[in-house]
């Protein structure tokens, strides 16, 4: 019965390893997300301030 | 994994001597009629693992102080001591009049084992046998999600799910296709083109400036402050600031025109969703009574009130009826509850708009030319919106479950007439500025090339936000759905084979009755998106049911309960071998009894079970079937001078 069963770790684990994988997803905010959990600091409000810092440095990029 | 060697309990609830039940990783049954102190071996169990009593907690906080037999003298301790086949986990944990529980084992190893044991099914009583199945589909999905360690999984999957949709909302309310075509239109007003980089705007202003036959052309953006002070060394300066601050206005108020298509637009949407709440006076009152009846349901699946009564009326009332009752109901108000807070997002939303025409407005009410009495028909305009953005946002704060309505859009609407002719009359009395001095042409172009110059940076400022914004929303969107599939994957497989595990206990126990196929179903939303719920389906007479409370006996149900308890502690416990049954087999006849004794032991022999029963007959049976599985057997005794006594059963009949 336990073979094939994944736990809630495995799931999130083969998510974040193969989450590079996932076409149309920015690899800077993958980045930040994977380095959130890996710390164990991944909350709603430190993805969304980091999310947010990403948006506005793009926002803020002089034009070439 | 773990066996129990011994385990002695002395002082607590029923037990005032000391008990001792040496097992040697043995499995036990033990007899004990009401009131000889059977259920203080399973409180006592509980409180070692979980630091509190579920059913007592509501006897005093944390049901601490309900831990400690009341004869027992302020000096003396409560405690339990069990030894485990890994003597470093032995603990004894113990409780002093003062309620400050301590453990005798404070080794980081007993720290895990004991931290890791308590998300295990260890114990089932009688009153937890419904739960699971008389739960809502909600509460069943996080329940399970909570035993197969989902949590995390549900976790990332709402993170996930609330920053896409952050990201979406964000887009939605910047309105950026709008405000682009806004600054398009300033730019083709002041360049006579559409202007979309850096390179057209550069082209289009050396083609402004060309009737001046000035020397050189400007290359790059930063060439166009040399440009406009060199308009300037001829002309007024305060005059050129004149020109600028109207020609400000006049954009100001064509964005506010724009914006105000917003406001209004979502003005209505939330007049709907108000509106179609409000007209409905039950469903207001269903809602505030939502909280009453889910606090009940709470209440009554703690085991805290007393059986066969409602709590709240103190009528008669078979409980697990009143719970099915009581849980269709907090269901059905689940759903008025969502639109009740559809109602909360589009407040928030229209919230949003009309601060951000408030706020714009405020700044653009400290143009030093509207206190000039040209500009007071102006300054008329701006205020009249400033009031309008006000009489928005008192809306905002009326509350639904007080019956206040809602004004109608119509009333509310801004006179858009006068909009448009003050942007004219501020565009007008620009260009009279200008055509008025000496030099008028230059002037112009000076002006529209300011104009030209804001116009365009805010066009590339909204573009690279909303540029970025969308980056965010398709990573999140994409991230979530690869998420979903695999967390659906998993949960599917599990539920497979965690069903089939829950139909094999079911059926030894109800072998050829007209139930079985017994399968966890997953159950979406209506968007066929989110996980809803998890439905428990089964056939019956060879038709396919679900859920199984309304077909089932109290003792089908109690068996799927068991069988629920039996698969989850053969899937989900990894530290611990054993487990404690305390009177669940109440509603079973001697069949059924029969049945479940010989499942135990056939499906349990490599666990060490401690099985509690206060039916002389049902302990007949089971110990006819364990005495010569290396079961021991024993009766609890109880006696107001010694409390509760555990003797080894002699075997007479």
Known sequence: MKKSIKSGQEVIHDFLSEILNIPSAEPAIIDMLVRLYQDDKLTERSLQTAVDQFINDKTGQQDE | ?653
């Open chain 2, 1 to 653: 994994m773990n066996k129990i060697e011994n385990i002695i309990i002395k002082g607590i609830r029923g037990t005032r001597d000391e008990i001792s039940m040496d097992l040697g990783k043995k499995s036990i049954l033990v007899f004990g009629e009401n009131g000889t102190g059977k259920s203080t071996i399973a409180d006592a169990f509980e409180w070692f693992y979980q630091d509190k009593v579920d059913h007592l907690v509501s006897e005093e906080i944390n049901g601490k102080h309900a831990i400690r037999n009341i004869f027992l003298g302020d000096r003396e301790k409560s405690r339990i001591a069990i030894d485990f086949t890994d003597g470093a986990l032995d603990n004894e944990k113990s409780i002093g009049s003062s309620s400050q529980a301590s453990n005798s084992n404070a080794s980081a190893a007993f720290l895990e084992y004991k931290e890791r044991s308590a998300s295990e099914n260890l114990i089932l009583r009688y009153q937890d046998l419904v739960r699971f199945i008389i739960a809502t589909k909600s509460e069943r999905l996080s329940n399970l999600q909570e035993i197969i360690g989902f949590n995390e999984v549900r976790e990332m999957r709402g993170l996930l799910k609330k920053m896409a949709g952050k990201y979406t909302k964000e887009i939605k309310a910047g309105d950026f296709e709008s405000r682009k075509s806004q600054k398009q239109a300033i730019l083709m007003e002041s360049l006579g083109q559409n202007v979309v980089s850096t390179d057209h705007f550069i082209q289009a202003v050396n083609r402004l400036v060309e009737p001046l036959k000035m020397s050189g052309k400007i290359a790059a953006l930063k060439d166009i402050p040399g440009l406009l002070k060199s308009f300037e060394k001829e002309e007024d300066p305060g005059q050129i600031e004149q020109i600028a601050a109207l020609n400000r206005i006049a954009d100001h108020l064509s964005e506010l025109n724009t914006g105000i298509d917003e406001l209004q637009k979502t003005y209505d949407a939330y007049h709907t969703v108000y509106s179609s709440l409000a007209k409905d006076k039950q469903k207001l009152k269903n809602l505030q009574l939502r909280k009453l009846l889910s606090e009940g349901l709470t209440i009554l699946k703690k085991d805290i009130s007393k059986d066969g009564y409602c709590p709240l009326c103190q009528q008669e009332k078979d409980k697990i009826q009143l719970i099915r009752e009581l849980g269709s109901r907090v269901e059905e108000l689940d759903a008025l509850r969502k639109e009740y807070e559809k109602v909360g997002e589009e407040c928030q939303r229209l919230s949003e708009i009309i601060q951000n025409c408030a706020n714009s407005t405020s700044v653009i009410l400290k143009e030093k030319i509207l206190s000039e009495k040209d500009s007071q028909a102006l300054k008329n305009t701006l205020e009249a919106l400033q009031s309008k953005f006000a009489r928005y946002g008192e809306e905002c704060k009326k509350d639904i479950l007080s019956g206040e309505k809602l004004t109608p859009g119509k009333e509310l609407a801004v006179d858009r007439k006068g909009l448009l002719s003050s942007i004219d009359l501020a565009k007008k009395n620009a260009l009279s500025l200008a055509e008025g001095r000496k030099g008028g042409a230059k002037m112009q172009i000076h002006a529209k090339i300011i104009r030209a110059v804001d116009a365009y940076n805010e066009y590339v400022a909204i573009k690279k936000r909303q540029d970025a914004l969308l980056i965010a929303k398709n990573t999140f969107e994409a991230l979530y759905e690869d998420f979903i599939k695999r967390q659906e994957e998993a949960l599917t497989t599990f539920l497979e084979m965690f069903s089939a595990e829950v139909d094999k206990y079911y059926t030894m126990i109800n072998p050829d009755e007209k139930v079985g196929s017994i399968r966890l179903v997953p159950l979406k939303d209506k968007t066929d998106e989110d996980l809803q719920g998890i439905t428990i389906q089964f056939s019956f007479f060879d038709e396919t049911h679900r859920p199984p409370k309304y077909l089932l006996s109290e003792s089908h149900i109690h068996g799927l309960g068991i069988a629920f308890f039996l698969a989850s502690v053969k899937a989900f416990n990894k530290v611990n071998q054993f487990f404690l049954l305390d009177d669940v087999v109440s509603s079973f006849d001697a069949q059924h009894r029969g049945r479940f004794i010989r499942m135990l032991v056939k499906e349990f022999k490599d666990y060490q079970v401690i099985l509690l029963t206060h039916e002389k007959d049902f302990f007949d049976i089971a110990a006819a079937e364990v005495r010569h599985k290396g079961w021991q057997i024993c009766s609890l005794t109880w006696s107001q001078e010694r409390g509760t006594d555990l003797l080894p059963w002699s075997g007479a009949a």
